[in-house]
């Protein structure tokens, strides 16, 4: 039974589309893969997206908001999360109780999480972003190293992950990207070298999932892709993909109007 009975406008999901292309970026790469379902899942609903990628095959659950991490442990889902955006101090101690993972690029927030992280418990589990080239969240490319010492020094916080984010992996000219990887490949190489590289080293949005093998790492962020849509009209999405959107609206009127009839506001359209 169609929806039109009940709805003149309406979208379909169609989760099998989300387990599948999860499963082709997954099979792929060979490398863990995070569901990014930040802002309601792209606007596709967040937990049926979020069950389908688990389904699919993905590891991990990216969100921007703390109270996204919550919505979805609320519904049962027991997958890691991380909230790759910035917890307000206030929200710190669900996070830290929630054992939700938290993205830091400062000194402040990291003593922060240390003080209120109570003695004895499981550390609080961070990801250190580092600003390569995206000009957005994370920290200048050589605070990076000093800022993971700092995290090894203080009690009550582990350093899980460490990552990146690519500002034109989307285009054809990759010279971007490939400043950013070496700059981000340096920090990797010099954490190894004081034993301080974190388990979890990430970089790949979609784009650089779908084009780019040398920054596969540990795992990947998978965000428009995972809903079928191309990154860009320059790095499509494999013709295996399937959008999992359909937006669908009922032709309500049909009708003919003598020739010359202004139609709408301002009668725009003759
Ligand atoms: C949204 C987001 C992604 C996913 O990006 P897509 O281009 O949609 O794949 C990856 N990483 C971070 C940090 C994000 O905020």
């Known amino acids: 039974m169609g929806q039109e009975n009940n709805y003149s406008t309406w979208v379909e999901i169609d989760l099998s589309a989300i387990e599948d292309n999860v499963r082709y970026v997954r099979e792929l790469s060979g490398v863990q893969v995070m ?16 069950r389908a990628a688990l389904q699919g095959g993905a590891t991990w659950c990216g969100v921007a908001r703390i109270e996204e991490a919550l919505e979805l ?11 790759l955006g910035y917890i307000p101090a206030g929200r710190l101690p669900d996070a830290i109780k929630q054992e939700i993972s938290m993205t830091v690029w400062g000194h402040e927030q990291v003593k922060m999480v240390s003080e209120l992280r109570e003695k004895g418990g499981i550390p609080a589990r961070l990801h250190l972003k580092v600003d390569t080239g995206m000009g957005r969240l ?10 993971a010492e700092y995290i090894s020094e203080l009690p009550g916080i582990l350093l899980e992950g460490i990552f990146t984010h690519f500002a034109r992996a989307d285009e054809l000219d990759s010279s971007t990207s490939d400043h950013q990887e070496e700059i981000f490949r340096t920090i990797i ?25 040398s920054a596969y790492f540990d795992l990947l962020r998978l965000g428009i892709a995972m809903y079928g849509l191309h990154p860009s009209p320059e790095r499509p999405a494999p013709a295996s ?16 109007l003598p020739a010359g009839s202004g139609v709408s506001y301002g009668h725009e359209y003759i």
């Open 189 to 213: 190489f010099e954490l190894q070298e004081r034993g301080l590289k974190p388990p979890l080293v990430h970089a790949a949005n979609s784009a650089a999932s779908l084009t780019r093998p």
């Open 138 to 147: 994370g920290c200048p490319p050589e605070t990076a190293v000093p800022l």
């Open 241 to 256: 993909f399937r959008p999992a959107l359909t937006w669908k609206s009922l032709l309500s009127q049909v009708k003919v």
């Open 73 to 83: 442990q609320d519904a049962g889902l027991d997958c890691p999360i991380l909230v």
């Open 35 to 50: 569901a990014t379902v930040k802002a309601n899942a792209y606007g596709h609903g967040v937990l049926p997206v979020a």
